[in-house]
């Protein structure tokens, strides 16, 4: 099993800066790819950004892109969300989430974390 756990949430002005990390712990698959995910108020979850084991070509939402940068440091297990000049938009509940090889989808997520960006 893989335990996931997100922290970094918070309170945070619009234009602000926020990083988020995901400890991964548990079994491990090797090469896999690891996103992260936001839900907010009322709406559904959606993708915000993906980034493979060797941590090339991440990928981002439109709305994000240029904003927000994820990364990984596999040694340490962790991943980040660097999140600059946020909205109110973008306030939600993040989550991270491990997608295997071997199935191709988002098998593990975690508990998320929640921030909001005030205007």
């Known amino acids: 099993q893989v335990q996931l756990v997100e922290s970094g949430g918070g309170l945070v002005q619009a234009g602000g800066s926020l990083r988020l990390s995901c400890a991964a712990s548990g079994r491990t698959f090797g090469s896999h790819t690891m996103g992260w995910f936001r839900q907010a108020p009322g709406k559904e979850r959606e993708f915000v950004a993906a980034?493979?084991?060797?941590?090339?070509?991440?990928y981002y939402t439109d709305s994000v892109r240029g904003r927000f940068t994820i990364s990984r440091d596999n040694a340490k297990n962790t991943l980040y969300l660097q999140m600059n000049s946020l909205k109110p938009e973008d306030t939600a509940v993040y989550y991270c989430?491990?997608?295997?090889?071997?199935?191709?989808?988002?098998?593990?997520w975690g508990q998320g974390t929640q921030f909001t960006v005030s205007s």
């Open positions: 980034i493979s084991w060797s941590g090339s070509n991440p």
């Open positions: 989430a491990v997608r295997p090889l071997s199935t191709g989808k988002y098998d593990y």
